[in-house]
């Protein structure tokens, strides 16, 4: 996971968040009750103890990838980024040429994406946030998808 992980500035603040949550609060949770199941007695049929060896390495390994994400984050300042095109931290509006339907997105790095977000957090590495990327308002990308191909026209670009 040496590659650049882009994030907004709350993006980054929501993995630093639970980074310190897991490490003050959960840590100390799994440490207590290892220590409850090595009470019990011989660990070599101690159920307990299995489970909060298993809770502790998946634990550590949340927390791993947490900090290896924060080290390789490129935080996208809202003041560099330009609202003249579609670009990752920026809101899109778009209308569906096909349905006459309109959308809104705001494009993010792929560890923010949210698709169920209101508006919609979607991933400039997906495809729809990959064909919108660097249109103009007025400018309609088509966009290869399984289905098919879909036909969307910027309608506005604004900041968050």
């Known amino acids: 996971m040496s590659d650049e992980v882009l994030l907004t500035q709350e993006g980054y603040d929501k993995l630093e968040a639970e980074r310190d949550e897991l490490v003050s609060v959960k840590r100390k949770e799994v440490s207590e009750r290892l220590k ?3 009470s019990y007695g011989d660990l070599s ?13 998946e634990l550590e390994e949340r927390i ?3 900090e290896t994400m924060m080290r390789n984050a490129k935080i996208i300042n809202e003041n560099d980024v330009k609202g003249d095109k579609v670009n990752v931290g920026l809101k899109v509006s778009v209308k569906d040429e096909d349905t006459e339907e309109t959308m809104e997105f705001v494009i993010v790095g792929s560890t923010e994406a949210d698709p169920f977000a209101e508006p919609a957090k979607i991933s400039n590495d997906s495809a729809v946030g990959a064909g919108l990327l660097g249109k103009k308002k007025g400018e ?8 098919g191909i879909l036909h969307y026209t910027v309608e506005e670009i604004s900041k968050l």
């Open 45 to 57: 049929e101690n159920a307990e103890y299995d489970a909060a060896k298993n809770e502790q390495a």
């Open 64 to 66: 791993h990838k947490l």
């Open 36 to 38: 409850e199941a090595i």
């Open 140 to 147: 309609t990308a088509e966009i290869p998808v399984p289905d």
